[in-house]
């Protein structure tokens, strides 16, 4: 047992100091989970970690100790920790971080939804020179304020502030002086406005941009049209965004995912823009119900995976996924237009191996004969089409490549 170099233990709870102190014999242990409530471990169990001193990776993700003061100390002693994941753990505060001024090998730490941590705690970050990663998710008290020691950590690739209310267009511009980032995850901060856009736009390292339900507009997206190096961005319900914003997005060279789910305001005119991006791998257009006409997607021919998911397309709109040689991903679930000629459609594309057509009500049991082309198929879902019976289950038998199936509420 003493080569085990990864050790789980998915419900703590059932856990004494006795079963963490019998962990000392491994002394070749390099990840260890820890995740629930470890209501019954005290001081004396969680310091016999101290022992296990090849341990590079330690998951403590909603981790409650008997005091909650109590039991954090042993981290400070781990010198040789690369990755700490805290998520969601109540005990995390301030004083907890100002101790890391120890943990001098720290690369990635994770934090998100530490509700106590604010600011001041994020200055101890500091002491390591490798520190690359932070994900400060769901800290509801990190404000502009704290930010300022956010952008102090220069070494930083990946930054999380998904969720984070009160950061605003002022904290952000703080970020501006990390040259080196890579990630930057704005998910639903709703007070990232347009400035924020323009404040670190120049940072040309940066590759994956996460806005999603941010207040910015189309002039936002023209601020980024200089990032030559972007090859994700995340616009899912940026609803002021309309066909003119996607314009801006034609002129990222690099750019190969895109989710522009939920931006209502795109039409016809928009898809027209979004087919000129010819680098695109991935597209997610869920949610766009004003797009009536499809067939500029003929012009993506390297698109790998594609969501239509609840959008009004209809069965030969479908016939512009024909032009994809790579199309291996596509959803169309909740598209309430389709009908089992579009599925006909479909089963032309050989290519395809997820096919989402969950509550797809207007197909049924003869459109599933049509499926049994897709030999490659391996995850097809169903889930609420309520025209399907016995009868069109019959035909999936013989998509032998299929791993997962999801028949969820059919008819019977």
Request: glycine share 8%.
């Given at each position: 047992?003493?080569?085990?170099?990864?050790?789980?233990?998915?419900?703590w709870?059932?856990?004494?100091?006795?079963?963490?102190?019998?962990?000392?014999?491994?002394?070749?242990?390099?990840?260890?989970?820890?995740?629930?409530?470890?209501?019954?471990?005290?001081?004396?169990?969680?310091?016999?970690?101290?022992?296990?001193?090849?341990?590079?990776?330690?998951?403590?993700?909603?981790?409650?100790?008997?005091?909650p003061?109590?039991?954090?100390?042993?981290?400070?002693?781990?010198?040789?920790?690369?990755?700490?994941?805290m998520?969601?753990?109540q005990?995390?505060?301030?004083?907890?971080?100002?101790?890391?001024?120890?943990?001098?090998?720290?690369?990635?730490?994770?934090?998100?939804?530490?509700?106590?941590?604010?600011?001041?705690?994020?200055?101890?970050?500091?002491?390591?020179?490798?520190?690359?990663?932070?994900?400060?998710?769901?800290?509801?008290?990190?404000?502009?304020?704290?930010?300022?020691?956010?952008?102090?950590?220069?070494?930083?690739?990946?930054?999380?502030?998904?969720?984070?209310?009160?950061?605003?267009?002022?904290?952000?511009?703080?970020?501006?002086?990390?040259?080196?980032?890579?990630?930057?995850?704005?998910?639903?901060?709703?007070?990232?406005?347009?400035?924020s856009?323009?404040?670190f736009?120049?940072?040309?390292?940066?590759?994956?941009?996460?806005?999603?339900?941010?207040?910015?507009?189309?002039?936002?997206?023209?601020?980024?049209?200089?990032?030559?190096?972007?090859?994700?961005?995340?616009l899912?319900?940026?609803?002021?965004?309309?066909?003119?914003?996607?314009?801006?997005?034609?002129?990222?060279?690099?750019?190969?995912?895109?989710?522009?789910?939920?931006?209502?305001?795109?039409m016809?005119?928009?898809?027209?823009?979004?087919?000129?991006?010819?680098?695109?791998?991935?597209?997610?257009?869920?949610?766009?119900?004003?797009?009536?006409?499809?067939?500029?997607?003929?012009?993506?021919?390297?698109?790998?995976?594609?969501?239509?998911?609840?959008?009004?397309?209809?069965?030969?709109?479908?016939?512009?996924?024909?032009?994809?040689?790579?199309?291996?991903?596509?959803?169309?679930?909740?598209?309430?237009?389709?009908?089992?000629?579009?599925?006909?459609?479909?089963?032309?594309?050989?290519?395809?191996?997820?096919?989402?057509?969950?509550?797809?009500?207007?197909?049924?049991?003869?459109?599933l004969?049509?499926?049994?082309?897709?030999?490659?198929?391996?995850?097809?879902?169903?889930?609420?089409?309520?025209?399907?019976?016995?009868?069109?289950?019959?035909?999936?038998?013989?998509?032998?490549s299929?791993?997962?199936?999801?028949?969820?509420?059919?008819?019977?």
């Open positions: 047992m003493s080569a085990f170099s990864m050790l789980p233990f998915l419900d709870d059932w856990y004494l100091d006795s079963g963490v102190v019998a962990l000392q014999g491994l002394v070749k242990l390099k990840h260890l989970a820890l995740i629930g409530r470890c209501m019954r471990i005290s001081d004396q169990g969680l310091a016999s970690l101290c022992s296990l001193t090849s341990l590079t990776s330690l998951n403590l993700n909603n981790c409650s100790w008997k005091e003061s109590m039991g954090f100390h042993v981290l400070y002693t781990m010198k040789g920790l690369h990755h700490l994941s998520s969601a753990c005990w995390v505060s301030d004083d907890t971080l100002l101790c890391f001024d120890e943990m001098t090998s720290l690369v990635s730490l994770n934090l998100e939804a530490c509700e106590n941590i604010t600011g001041t705690g994020l200055s101890a970050l500091s002491c390591a020179p490798g520190f690359t990663s932070l994900n400060l998710s769901s800290c509801l008290q990190i404000s502009d304020t704290g930010l300022a020691s956010v952008g102090a950590l220069t070494p930083l690739k990946s930054v999380n502030l998904g969720s984070c209310g009160i950061v605003t267009d002022t904290g952000v511009k703080q970020l501006s002086n990390l040259a080196g980032l890579t990630d930057l995850n704005l998910s639903r901060c709703g007070r990232i406005t347009d400035e856009l323009s404040s736009s120049c940072i040309i390292s940066l590759a994956s941009l996460k806005l999603e339900n941010a207040n910015i507009t189309n002039m936002g997206l023209g601020a980024l049209s200089a990032m030559s190096g972007l090859s994700a961005i995340d899912k319900g940026c609803n002021r965004v309309n066909d003119e914003g996607v314009h801006f997005l034609t002129m990222l060279p690099s750019l190969t995912s895109c989710n522009l789910g939920m931006c209502w305001r795109i016809d005119v928009g898809l027209k823009e979004v087919s000129k991006i010819t680098t695109l791998l991935d597209l997610d257009l869920s949610g766009c119900t004003n797009i009536g006409d499809f067939s500029p997607l003929r012009k993506m021919k390297r698109l790998t995976s594609i969501s239509l998911r609840g959008c009004h397309v209809q069965d030969d709109g479908l016939e512009a996924l024909l032009t994809m040689p790579v199309l291996t991903n596509l959803n169309l679930c909740e598209c309430p237009l389709l009908t089992n000629d579009g599925l006909i459609t479909l089963s032309k594309i050989s290519s395809l191996k997820i096919l989402d057509l969950g509550h797809c009500q207007e197909i049924n049991n003869s459109g004969m049509a499926l049994c082309e897709l030999e490659s198929l391996t995850n097809l879902s169903l889930n609420g089409c309520c025209q399907i019976s016995d009868e069109g289950i019959q035909y999936l038998s013989l998509l032998t299929l791993s997962s199936l999801d028949l969820g509420v059919v008819a019977r």
